[in-house]
């Protein structure tokens, strides 16, 4: 869903004898016209309802007056995990929408930008890097701290509406974010650490590149053609992706049709989690090495191995687990189906996209976990924040009012 301009969230309750047929829903408070979604979910009587409204206050005005707030129906809703992405393009209008919501979230940008020149010794603004045509938008030195900066103000968002996870676990560098979350390390430390591998602006060549079919099917060409690559994240059962040098990709690419696969060249700025990134290694664990951490209030589960991270004093092993994560390959799959053992009932992809929401549907297919994504428009989108937090509200987390 695409934002249309200014939108309004209103959450209550309905009065119905009987779960509704969506024909009936559409009617049910006002028919057609700019209300962007109406939901429900029967328990008991009455049920829990929302509506986004945008363009016309009085249409708000009629669905407030059928959604009811004092009914409270007794819900109680699973627990839930956030995931946190690696990288994603940030649309122009992403903290102009964020910050519509909830003014102090300019602050944790402007916090996070000052805390970058701190560890770069550059200025810049996260609010240029929505123009994909600038080169910084894909460089890792800027784009993985805009990324990290903007899912934390998406976070920050969600505990000001009163939702808190049970667990978290981050995509590649989002690894970094749910430690951040989880009070390992402040946001000073988290920008360190994101920036920490790419300054010097030297980067190694490389390229990547998603294969998307069986995954028997996608080692046997990988075998047949005899590039030197890497699977550097199994993204899904059905979506590995590779690391290497650009002529090794190309060529793997170029023999995915035939093979029966979809091949994507992604663009990247080099070969992320492989042997390439040596320089940027050391760097990262060098900075690892000079951190100072606290012990996580909420289990992290890591991108590398599918378990929950330890932190049990000096944090060796935690160390050691997140240098081996730079360089080693990204374990989505095993990471989610964790959430999901442990307990996780719902899950919210807070990137700027909704590529982990798609990616823990494909993983998790009919297992009883519901998938939820903070964002669903490219980049930015207000009305789909709000839309998250109504399914929230739907699946029986109490929705605070700011």
Known sequence: MTATGPARLILGYLAMTATPTREQLAAQPVGTGPVVRLDFRQEGEPGRAFAVVVKEESWAEVVAQQLVREWQPTVTPPPLAWVMPGSGSLGADYWTELASLDPTLQQVREEAEAYFTQATGETVSFLDLGDETD????????????????????????????????????????????????????????????????????????????????????????????????????????????????????????????????????????????????????????????????????????????????????????????????????????????????????????????????????????QGVTVVAANTAKGGGRESFLECIAQLHILGYTIADL
């Open 135 to 366: 080169p910084r938008s894909t460089h890792p030195l800027y784009q993985r701290p805009a990324t990290v900066t903007a899912t934390v103000a998406m976070a920050r968002l969600l505990m000001r509406y009163g939702i808190q996870p049970n667990f978290l676990a981050g995509h590649s560098v989002g690894e970094l974010t749910a430690c951040h979350l989880a009070g390992c390390f402040d946001l000073a430390e988290l920008l360190r650490l994101t920036c920490a591998p790419f300054r010097g602006g030297a980067l190694a060549t490389g390229a990547m590149a998603a294969l998307i079919g069986p995954e028997d099917r996608i080692h046997e060409l990988i075998r047949q053609t005899g590039v030197q690559v890497v699977i550097s994240n199994r993204n899904s059962p059905r979506q590995l992706v590779v690391s290497g040098l650009a002529p090794q990709i190309e060529t793997l690419v170029a023999q995915a049709k035939p093979a029966k696969l979809k091949a994507v060249p992604l663009k990247v700025a080099t070969a992320f989690h492989s042997p390439l990134l040596v320089e940027a290694h050391r760097q990262y664990r060098t900075a690892l090495e000079e951190s100072t951490f606290q012990p996580a209030r909420i289990l992290v589960v890591s991108g590398l191995t599918g378990d929950v991270l330890p932190w049990s004093e000096p944090f060796a092993q935690t160390r050691a687990l997140l240098d081996c994560a730079f360089i080693g390959p990204v374990n989505h799959v095993a990471q989610v189906r964790r959430l999901r053992e442990l307990g996780a009932g719902v899950i919210v992809d807070l990137g700027p996209s909704d590529r982990l929401a798609r990616l823990a549907r494909e993983i998790l297919e009919e």
